[in-house]
């Protein structure tokens, strides 16, 4: 069995088809092999994985973004209403990177532009602002779509929202940084311990010396 790229036109929330972001902003796929057709039962398989990736873009509870070889967005999927609050068609004529958190901006824009040149999947997590107002931790993965020749063409970027997640592992890190420096502390404490321990003469020394400071002053009687 073999397997075939697929070169799809992108497809905005709602099934349609839009192309106004100039140049063919395009999903890859993988196909298995089927006996070769020509005229009217190519167009009828090619309507058919079309249709199917409508739906799979359609259904998924992830942002699912394409990107043109300049950078150019098509509306993501309506997943992006219950991540972030944007309506897709809005969001896509929005500019994008003004939405992340400033600390993320530029390890963002590097990421995305090896992605676009033709680089290997990445993974990451960055901050976006939610139309609400407030922060949201998305993770996603993105990877670059190449033509028929292998050449860069864009790339596909899927997204969720992990804030919850987020939360948990920064309140578990900051748990082992506490345990941990509580840890340091009691060390530190037994050590101090153990060495006043093997070295009694200290605090003997310490009270022979006060009781001759003690013996130094002349004692005076009242008459």
């Given at each position: 069995m073999r397997f075939a790229h697929v070169r799809v036109?992108?497809?905005?929330?709602?099934?349609?088809?839009?192309?106004?972001?100039?140049?063919?902003?395009?999903?890859?796929?993988?196909?298995?092999?089927?006996?070769?057709?020509?005229g009217k039962g190519a167009d009828e398989a090619l309507a058919e994985g079309e249709a199917m990736l409508r739906a799979i873009f359609a259904a998924s509870p992830d942002i699912i973004t394409l990107v043109g070889p300049?950078?150019?967005?098509?509306?993501p999927n309506r997943a992006i209403r219950n991540i972030l609050g944007y309506d897709p068609e809005t969001f896509?004529?929005?500019?994008?990177?003004?939405?992340?958190?400033?600390?993320?901006?530029d390890r963002i824009t590097e990421v995305f532009r090896s992605v676009?040149?033709?680089?290997?999947?990445?993974?990451?997590?960055?901050?976006?602002?939610?139309?609400a107002g407030h922060w949201v931790v998305l993770e996603?993965?993105?990877?670059?779509?190449t033509d028929g020749e292998?050449?860069?063409?864009?790339?596909?970027?899927?997204?969720r929202d992990v804030t919850e997640r987020a939360k948990l592992e920064e309140a578990v890190f900051q748990a082992r940084d506490e345990a941990e420096a509580a840890n340091r502390a009691k060390s530190e404490f037994l050590s101090r311990m153990s060495h006043e321990l093997r070295t009694p003469s200290t605090p003997s020394w310490g009270s022979a010396s006060c009781w001759r400071w003690r013996a130094s002053i002349p004692i005076t009687r009242s008459a």
């Open positions: 036109p992108p497809v905005p929330d709602g099934g349609r088809t839009d192309r106004r972001a100039g140049g063919s902003a395009s999903a890859g796929g993988l196909a298995m092999d089927a006996p070769q057709r020509t300049a950078g150019q967005r098509t509306p896509a004529g929005m500019d994008g990177i003004s939405l992340v958190h400033p600390d993320d901006r676009l040149e033709g680089g290997p999947p990445v993974e990451l997590r960055y901050r976006v602002l939610h139309a996603s993965r993105a990877q670059a779509v292998g050449r860069p063409s864009g790339a596909v970027a899927i997204s």
